[in-house]
């Protein structure tokens, strides 16, 4: 079993940045591709950001590509998400997610069915 717990969210001007932790219970870390998700009120969760679990490759939504960062230590068993640029339309519960089928050091998903352990969400709110 792991655990994910989130931090890092709270309420930030439109422009400004954020970062977002998930710490991971658990000594297999290393092995699960992290990825993370958001879910805005009234809307479906979506796919945010994945990396592989040699942190050798990323993919992001088209909607934060090039603003959002996704990266890993798997020796603090952390994964991270640094989002810079904000928008309102950022505004959602974010999500870490574990997928613990290793397949390869460059496997990821970007399918939320695939992922086998999800965090409680933090809140990440953007003013205009």
């Known amino acids: 079993q792991v655990q994910l717990v989130e931090s890092g969210g709270g309420l930030v001007q439109a422009g400004g940045s954020l970062r977002l932790s998930c710490a991971a219970s658990?000594?297999?870390?290393?092995?699960?591709?992290m990825g993370w998700f958001r879910q805005a009120p009234g809307k479906e969760r979506e796919f945010v950001a994945t990396?592989?679990?040699?942190?050798?490759?990323?993919y992001y939504a088209d909607s934060v590509k090039g603003r959002f960062t996704i990266s890993r230590d798997n020796a603090k068993n952390t994964v991270y998400l640094q989002m810079n640029s904000l928008k309102p339309e950022d505004t959602a519960v974010y999500y870490c997610?574990?997928?613990?089928?290793?397949?390869?050091?460059?496997?990821?998903?970007?399918?939320?069915?695939?992922?086998?352990?999800w965090g409680q969400g933090t809140q990440v709110t953007v003013s205009s």
């Open positions: 658990g000594r297999t870390f290393s092995r699960y591709a």
């Open positions: 997610a574990a997928d613990a089928q290793y397949y390869s050091s460059n496997y990821y998903s970007t399918m939320s069915s695939k992922y086998d352990y």
């Open positions: 990396v592989s679990t040699s942190a050798g490759s990323t």
